[in-house]
């Protein structure tokens, strides 16, 4: 069994919310045809992701930040075994508060707390390159943003009302153009306007 095959079990034994099937198909389609040089992702997660894009371009070079210890444990163990571990940097830590100034990515992946994620938009975005994507996972969280009625559970609500304000945001955003995608989970594919 392949490595991303084995992580693929792995996180649906364990309940952890790896990108959805098409979702990573399409994210394999943006890869090989915009072939970006560097991939920030946001949220690793147990690694899947980062190590499927090092593998898919050979000359990727990769850095994703995750906070949670367990998941840290995880993706460091997982990245470590994999053939791509040369071009992976893994932080642990908050995204929020990681210093990355200086660089730049090609394409930026943020797919962690939605309740952060204009947040997470405001501080990398500034680090995109001048052609670079950025690509957010979760837009429609499960269809609750569409149906926010669905639940009553006060924390969701809280959760779809910071989803919808990111989305708002993208919308109007004046130096970012951004397309939502019916794919998986909701994928939101920004760039840079350019006049
Ligand atoms: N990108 C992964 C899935 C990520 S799941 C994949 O494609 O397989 C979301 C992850 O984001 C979780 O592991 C969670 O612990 C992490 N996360 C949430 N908020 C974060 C933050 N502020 N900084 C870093 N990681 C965060
Ligand atoms: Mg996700």
């Known amino acids: 069994m392949s490595t991303f095959e ?3 079990q792995y996180g649906h034994a364990h309940q952890i919310p790896i990108l959805m099937d098409e979702s990573m198909e399409w994210l394999e389609k943006i890869l090989l045809e915009y072939r970006p040089s560097t ?16 593998r898919i371009l050979p000359d990727l070079q990769v850095m994703t930040i995750e906070r949670d210890p367990e998941m840290a444990a995880q993706a460091r163990k997982n990245i470590e075994a994999s053939e791509q571990k040369d ?12 210093d990355l100034s200086g660089q ?28 670079g994507l950025i690509i957010t996972d979760n837009m429609f969280f499960h269809g609750l943003v569409e149906h926010p009625e669905r639940t009553h559970n006060r924390h969701t609500k809280g959760l779809i009302r910071r989803l919808r304000a990111y989305w708002e945001f993208l ?16 994928l939101a594919l920004t760039r840079r306007k350019h006049a």
């Open 6 to 8: 084995q992580l693929t």
């Open 39 to 54: 991939f920030l992702e946001i949220g690793t997660a147990i690694g899947r992701t980062s190590i499927e894009a090092a």
């Open 87 to 98: 071009r992976i940097t893994f932080i642990e830590g908050d995204a929020r508060y990681v």
């Open 104 to 131: 730049t990515f090609d394409l930026i992946f943020i797919d962690a707390a939605k309740s952060q994620y204009r947040r997470f938009f405001e501080k990398y975005s500034p680090l995109l390159s001048e052609n």
């Open 171 to 186: 919308e109007t955003n004046e130096e970012f153009e951004t397309t939502i995608l019916n794919i998986g989970d909701g």
